[in-house]
């Protein structure tokens, strides 16, 4: 609905009779994201105007009172199916506020009632859902209160898979819009009571999950970080901003900073008021995704001659292990990853680039987690030395370079 309005959040009193998208494409978006590279699309289903993109039985502020497809049209299908046609994961968000029910922060309870009514809807009859993508958000003064245990029970009983995004126990926003994920970026979290007791407010700590942070918890829970990030300047489609597309160097810089610091990225695709995204934004979408794909699909280290040494302990309690090319290659990014079914474990490590017996460059940084990715610049090297320096225990890590 904000894509015809002109706003980024509604009021919910807006008419149905405004959506009305004459050529929407949910392949287009499908296929625009498959061929970027994304393994899911996550539909923005209602956002806090309360407009829902599906016939919803619970309000007559939907598709279903608007003029499109003479009310008998339903996005989320057509994205779902979409989706499992390009051989994408589906997801669904769904806003816990609702400016357009009655109850929304006047009655809790029923309100609250409605959400899960909603959220039922959405979990049944779609297929299988890879995640539910949950904010807190309170657009009124008047202040809602969200049961969120119930929703988390809700969703866990009907796509027991699903993974609970942002406001959740499974996956946590990272605590900004800007699609940057901290220097350390810990998946290991302190919580003051047991996962079942706690309503996972929003993470905004420079430091989540160091030493001194994790000393005395209650309690430790693996919550890796999520970076939501727009394709544009702003979330919903707006006449007038193609200039605002990110550049592909600032894509590039996003990519580093979220993917390569131990989140995950997830990209922000606005459709126009026809229902199509618009060609400028696909194209940058598909030159974003073949520069990951140049940058990013030859491993030097998986090259022949290439001699990767075990991981060593020293005498100091530090751990180093040496990798060496048959012959000087230029290399533009070292990329490392550890075994995250052992936990997250790497607290500061060093990457020296040697060739000839003499440093070219050294790389420093603190956490890997699932990846780590370090900008080399373009620097020759045949040989390279990690030295993990502080680790909470030995380290299992798989070091390569692009």
């Known amino acids: 609905m904000n894509t015809f309005t002109g706003k980024e959040w509604g009021s919910g009193k807006e008419d149905p009779s405004l959506f009305n998208p004459a050529n929407l494409d949910c392949g287009q978006w499908a296929e625009a994201a498959r061929d970027f590279g994304a393994q899911s699309l996550t539909f923005l289903c209602k956002h806090h105007d309360g407009f829902c993109m599906w016939p919803s039985a619970y309000t007559r502020h939907s598709v279903k009172y608007s003029p499109w497809k003479a009310g008998q049209g339903d996005v989320v299908r057509e994205i779902s199916e979409a989706c499992r046609k390009a051989g994408l994961k589906f997801g669904i968000y769904l806003s816990p506020a609702d400016l357009n029910h009655p109850a929304y922060g006047r009655d809790a309870a029923k309100y609250n009632d409605y959400y899960c009514g909603q959220l039922t809807e959405l ?20 202040q809602q209160g969200y049961d969120f245990q119930r929703y988390y029970r809700v969703i866990r009983e009907l796509q027991p898979n699903a993974v609970i995004s942002m406001r959740g126990p499974d996956v946590r926003w990272v605590g900004n819009e800007i699609g940057q994920a901290r220097e350390s970026e810990w998946s290991v979290v302190p919580i003051p009571v047991p996962p079942d007791k706690y309503d ?30 727009s394709l544009r300047r702003q979330w919903f489609w707006h006449p007038g901003q193609d200039s605002t597309i990110k550049s592909l160097p600032e894509l590039l810089r996003i990519y580093r900073h979220t993917v390569g610091r131990n989140a995950v990225l997830q990209l922000n695709l606005s459709s126009d008021n026809t229902g199509r995204i618009p060609d400028l934004d696909v194209a940058r979408l598909r030159e974003f995704g073949d520069a990951l794909r140049s940058l990013f699909t030859t491993n030097l280290v998986a090259g022949i001659g290439t001699t990767v ?49 003499k440093t070219n460059k050294v790389l420093q940084a603190t956490t890997i987690g699932w990846k780590r990715i370090l900008d080399a610049g373009d620097v020759s090297a045949e040989e390279l030395l990690l030295h993990i320096t502080q680790t909470r225990a030995p380290p299992f890590v798989t070091l390569s370079a692009y």
């Open 123 to 142: 979990l049944t009859n779609y297929g299988e859902i890879c995640e539910v993508f949950l904010d807190g958000a309170q657009p009124s003064p008047l």
């Open 309 to 357: 040494e075990p991981m060593r302990t020293e005498a100091d309690g530090t751990f180093m292990q040496r990798l060496k090319f048959q012959k000087p290659r230029r290399i533009k990014h070292v990329v490392l990853q550890e075994d995250i079914t052992k936990g997250q474990r790497v607290e500061a490590f060093e990457v020296a680039l040697c060739e000839g017996g």
């Open 200 to 229: 996972w407010p929003d993470r905004t700590a420079l430091d989540l999950g160091s030493r001194k942070r994790i000393e005395g918890a209650k309690s430790l829970h693996w919550h890796p970080a999520t970076a939501a990030v």
